[in-house]
């Protein structure tokens, strides 16, 4: 393997500890890039669309039933798979819904 990095290198490199590179490239953390890649559709520049509270109920709804995951609700609702996350924890939108 001729100019491969050593996790150390990468570590060093990223600024990170070399224990997160060893998760990674063991798949222990980040599972969904590998799993499940985000669609050809999903544009992040674009990402940046307000949500309604029916929307953010809807949303909430939709992943309770374990049918669909939190990277195709945001290319459902044209926002970012971080703002989902953040929909969904309640630190983002808490107004709505109960």
Do not use: C, F
Not at 11 to 18: M, P
Not at 67 to 96: E, F
């Amino acid at each position: 393997m001729t100019g491969a990095k050593t996790q150390r290198e990468l570590a060093a490199e990223y600024g990170i500890s070399q224990q997160l590179v060893s998760d990674v490239v063991g798949r222990h953390v980040w599972r969904e890039v590998w799993r499940e890649p985000m669609p050809a559709s999903y544009d992040p520049r674009r990402a940046t669309r307000k949500l309604t509270p029916e929307q953010v109920d809807q949303m909430r709804a939709d992943y309770a039933t374990g049918q669909v995951s939190q990277r195709l609700l945001a290319v459902q609702y044209g926002v970012s798979p971080m703002t989902v996350n953040r929909v969904l924890r309640g630190l983002t939108y808490h107004h709505t819904g109960e």
